[in-house]
């Protein structure tokens, strides 16, 4: 086990409670507990859900910060490209309080997730040593079209800065191998440079021992799923699967835990479409529908379980699986993505996208009460054997060390060579001119475009904008005056200068950070 005791940063815009909704906030949670406990010093720099806070939970500080966005009008970039401009308002964030904590007290190293490049400043400054994680980059999301993401400009611009702070990394990892495939392929980059380290997790937290969630009728034979209502979960296999396991086995009933989704047919409720199925059938007795539940009370929820199935079209690395198993549960996952290798031989494999099979190895398993005790005590023993969260934690500690050492060895030539302190300034500056470049080739094209421009400004700001008009109007009119500043009569110059002050007024009180929704944020899991 590595020795020394480092100061750590874990960047990660995904943190509980707070905004504890997917796997990346469960990976972050674990993995700060398991440096803490393993004696290291450990700083969150996480997203917060409303008000910026700071706090030490557990020996953890935990940094809380708002999105960061320059201006407010830049409108055309969000409108343009969405999902960058998420990436960067978040990244922007999170690398502004990392930078203030950096230069109060430096940190060993730093550790960031490659999903939407929140490692991204720290990777082209090569401000520290940096290790990535990898989870799901886009480039895996716009080749296999997860979450209907398609190879649009804007998508590819994600994939690119992800890119970029991966191959500027002094240590990549993965929580499987089939993951760090993908992401070797894509990068051409070493695959024995990539690190397998799976993903942690307390197994003294998600244990078989302990509260039930529900009292159910001692009859009923009952199977758990968690995770969002959307396809990529396979939900809706799973739900086209209930009538024959309910045919075959009436006491069986389904719990499903999760958050709806606008993901159905028309970008509708996915919850209304499952139901709707379900009622046409008459199964809806059988089914009982959650909506998604905190992390410390999901143990509660994985020991009411006779099974829990987790029928994903892809994972690289599913936290409900391992959840599960940690709770002494036989597991029905898919062979695709990185399922196989936390399953093992402890659990069924079926084939994604296939209710048949879903059905089949339900009915099996319910049918069978010593195969489920066998496979569940079976997955406990390997959670215990393979994924409990210290020995992880010590696995990616020495990661770290390698990280400090391929930092110190290389030439230190950042992509940005300027001071650290100027990285965000310039990267205002970019957005700030792509969005003047939007503004000004519409506005030359577009006569649409011209009279919204004009209506929003006299709607949202009149006394500025018949300010700004009358000065143009009246430097139209005498083009002598728009010559030569000694021409222009000192009303003019009066009205020229309020011009220029409430502009500048609007460009300070439009500095402060706000915090902007995207479907990007969807990255929870339950």
């Known amino acids: 086990m590595h020795q020394r005791k480092l100061r750590i940063a874990i960047i990660s815009r995904e943190y509980p409670p707070d ?35 700071e706090l030490v939970v557990d020996g953890i500080k935990v940094h809380r910060v708002r999105f960061y966005l320059k201006e407010n009008d830049l409108g055309l970039l969000g409108r343009a490209v969405p999902y960058t401009r998420f990436v960067i308002s978040a990244s922007s964030a999170l690398w502004q309080k990392f930078l203030e904590l950096h230069n109060q007290e430096p940190f060993d190293v730093v550790d960031a997730p490659e999903h939407l490049a929140e490692g991204f400043y720290a990777a082209i400054s090569r401000v520290a040593p940096l290790a990535i994680r990898l989870y799901t980059p886009h480039s895996k999301f716009i080749a296999e079209g997860l979450h209907n993401v398609s190879a649009s400009f804007d998508h ?15 240590r990549l990892t ?50 758990v799923f968690v995770g969002r209502l959307e396809e990529r979960k396979g939900v809706k296999f799973l739900v086209h699967a209930i009538p024959d396991v309910v045919k075959a086995v009436p006491n069986a009933h389904f719990y ?19 139901k709707q199925f379900i009622a046409e059938t008459g199964c809806g007795q059988n089914i009982t529908f959650i909506p998604r539940v905190l992390l410390t009370e999901l143990p509660m929820y994985y020991r ?45 494999l079926i084939e994604p996208r296939d209710s048949k099979a879903i059905a089949e190895a339900l009915i099996s398993l319910l049918k069978d009460e010593k195969r489920r005790k066998e496979l569940g005590q079976k997955a406990r023993e390997r959670v215990l054997k393979t994924f409990q969260r210290k020995a992880v934690a010590a696995q990616t500690a020495d990661l770290y060390c ?21 990285l965000l300034p310039d990267a205002d500056n970019l957005a700030s001119s792509f969005n003047a470049m939007l503004h000004n080739e519409l506005y030359k094209w577009s006569w649409r475009y011209r009279i919204a421009t004009f209506v929003n400004g006299v709607k949202t700001r009149p006394r500025f904008y018949l300010a700004d008009t009358v000065l143009k109007l009246t ?9 030569s500043t000694e021409k222009v009569p000192a009303p003019v110059a ?22 902007e929704a995207s479907s990007l944020t969807s990255g929870a899991r339950k």
Request: charged share 20%; with cysteine; hydrophobic share 40%.
């Open 494 to 515: 009066w009205l020229e200068n309020q011009v220029r002050e409430k502009q500048l007024e609007a460009l300070k009180a439009n500095a402060k950070p706000r915090v």
């Open 156 to 170: 590819q611009c994600v994939a690119m800065l992800e890119r970029a702070a991966m191959l500027h990394a002094d």
């Open 304 to 348: 009411l379980a006779d099974i829990s199935i987790v029928p994903s079209l892809y994972d690289n690395s599913p936290y409900t699986c391992l959840e599960a198993m940690s709770c002494g549960r036989v597991v029905i996952g898919t062979n695709a993505g990185g399922t196989p290798e936390y399953i093992g031989d402890a659990g069924v």
């Open 402 to 422: 390698e990280a400090i050492e391929n930092y110190n060895l290389k030439n230190q030539n950042p992509l940005y060579g300027k001071e650290f302190e100027n």
């Open 256 to 274: 499903i835990i999760g958050d709806d989704t606008n993901t159905a047919k028309g970008q509708t409720s996915a919850l209304a479409e499952l």
């Open 19 to 53: 905004t504890g909704f997917g796997g990346m906030a469960t990976f972050a949670n674990h993995l700060a507990h398991g440096h803490t406990e393993n004696g290291h010093s450990v700083d969150v720099i996480t997203l917060a859900k409303d008000q910026p806070k």
């Open 475 to 483: 430097k139209k009119l005498v083009p002598a005056w728009s010559e």
């Open 174 to 223: 993965s929580p499987s191998r089939d993951l760090a495939e993908f992401v070797s392929n894509d990068l051409n980059y070493p695959i024995d440079a990539i690190k397998l380290i799976y993903n942690p997790i307390d197994p003294t937290e998600f244990c078989p021992e302990g509260k039930v969630a529900i009292e159910a009728p001692a009859d009923q034979l009952k199977v």
